[in-house]
Antibody, heavy 113, light 112 residues
């Protein structure tokens, strides 16, 4: 069955780089795109960017200068890297499939020294 | 960016009673294909969001027909005909027609 699972460090220091991995199963990254979505605690959802099935990427302009999304199709993994982290980047990060029909469990990230 | 405005912010409903949530977009969500990419999601407490409805009114697999979606252009509604305990959580509308994808602020459904 279709599954997505985020992984990464729970704690990142301010000004450092966040690296998250979304590992998928039950579908191919060359057939379906994968989104990254962020949720501040108790707040709404914010679309960050997308890895398209052809390997292209799209980014929310709110993150463009510091966000990078890549993938390893052989490992069925999509990666998120975001630099210059600030406390405002604290939240839960989700990956979701193409039309948001499947979501990962999310990974909580705290930015703090 | 397209702004998605949801009302009400919160809703207290008794079991067995109906519920209705509105979502209004700042631009028409009709895409160049003629399709309207408006989804409804439910985030239960402590869980990740789950899609309930896509393309305005199509129910995802396993979603009971107590749920229904309607609307067009900029005005959309999610209705629950008879609320059950399992329905509590925060409901979000999400548009996928215009770049970037944007979400409503959420409507919290509580049981009365």
């Amino acid at each position: 069955q279709v599954q997505l699972k985020e992984s990464g460090p729970g704690l990142v220091q301010p000004s450092q780089t966040l690296s998250l991995t979304c590992t998928v199963s039950g579908f191919s990254l060359t057939s379906y795109s994968v989104h990254w979505v962020r949720q501040h605690s108790g707040k709404s959802l914010e679309w960050m960017g997308r890895m398209w099935s052809d390997g292209d990427t799209s980014y929310n302009s709110a993150f463009t200068s510091r966000l990078s999304i890549s993938r390893d199709t052989s490992k069925s993994q999509v990666f998120l890297k975001m630099n210059s982290l600030q406390t405002e980047d604290t939240g839960t990060y989700y990956c979701a499939r193409k039309n948001f029909d499947y979501w990962g469990q999310g990974v909580m990230v705290t930015v703090s020294s | 960016d397209v702004v998605m405005t949801q009302t009400p912010v919160s809703l207290s409903v008794a079991i067995g009673q109906p519920a209705s949530i509105s979502c209004k977009s700042s631009q028409s969500l009709v895409g160049t294909s003629g399709k309207t990419y408006l989804n409804w999601l439910l985030q239960r407490p402590g869980q990740s969001p789950k899609r309930l409805i896509y393309l305005v009114s199509k129910l995802d697999s396993g979603i009971p027909d107590r749920f229904s979606g309607s609307g067009s252009e900029t005005d959309f509604t999610l209705k629950i005909s008879r609320v059950e305990a399992d329905d509590l959580g925060v409901y979000y509308c999400l548009q996928g027609t215009h770049f970037p994808n944007t979400f409503g602020a959420g409507t919290k459904l509580e049981l009365k």
